[in-house]
Structure formats: structure tokens, C-alpha cells
Nanobody, 122 residues
Framework: EVQLAESGGAPVQAGGSLRLSCVAS????????VRWFRQAAGKEREWVAV????????VYADSVADRFTISSDNTKRTVYLQMNSLEFEDTAMYYC???????????????WGKGTLVTISS
């Protein structure tokens, strides 16, 4: 059974940094991709970053491209989201999701974690 577990969310002041973690289990790590999404109160969920782990390919949403970095530690089966220069608008529940088959369409990710809350104070 594929399982994903996020951690690292916390209250932070604007301008600060956080690193979120997503620990994956239940499949051959490295297959497919892992995406980070976020959902702010009253807003639609949006994806912010994706990594195809075995290939090392990463893509970012425009809103975070110069501030967030997605990476993988294969020995720990963990995908990270390093978030710098945080803004009030980054406040959201952050989720990681995996597609082990590699299609990786953001609207059709089959496996999800439960989320971790990031709160930015201005």
C-alpha cells in the first residue's frame, strides 16, 4: 500500500524559511513522480512543484519558482520542499502526492498524504 506522510509545517514570519518533508512507502521509491500541492482557505488546490525522482527532473509553478526547491533523498525515501522568502500568501495546507506509474497529471494523482499546515504571519 502506497503511503505518504508530510511533516515540517509550522508558523513562520514572512521572509522566513521552512523545509517540508514527504516520506514515501509501499512502492519502489523513485518510480514515477511526487508533487507538492497547497490549498489555502477558501481557494482551490494548486500544485507548486514536481519531481521525477529517478530522472531528477523538477518543475515549478510560476508563483514559487524563484523561492521553492523540490529535492529527493533516495536513501530516506523522502521528497523535500525547501521554501524560502515566505510570504503571507504562502499560508496553506501543503500536501504531497505520488504517481508511481509516471503519468503525473496534477488533476489525477492517485496517492496523497494528509497534509501539513504552513502559516505565515506578516
Amino acid at each position: 500500500e502506497v503511503q505518504l506522510a508530510e511533516s515540517g509545517g509550522a508558523p513562520v514570519q514572512a521572509g522566513g524559511s521552512l523545509r517540508l518533508s514527504c516520506v514515501a512507502s509501499g512502492y519502489t521509491y523513485g518510480r514515477g513522480c511526487v508533487r507538492w500541492f497547497r490549498q489555502a482557505a477558501g481557494k482551490e488546490r494548486e500544485w507548486v512543484a514536481v519531481i521525477w525522482v529517478n530522472r531528477g527532473v523538477t518543475v515549478y509553478a510560476d508563483s514559487v519558482a524563484d523561492r521553492f526547491t523540490i529535492s529527493s533523498d533516495n536513501t530516506k525515501r523522502t521528497v523535500y520542499l525547501q521554501m524560502n522568502s515566505l510570504e503571507f500568501e504562502d499560508t496553506a495546507m501543503y500536501y504531497c502526492a505520488a504517481d508511481v506509474e509516471g503519468v503525473c497529471a496534477p488533476e489525477n494523482m492517485p496517492y496523497w498524504g494528509k497534509g501539513t499546515l504552513v502559516t505565515i504571519s506578516s
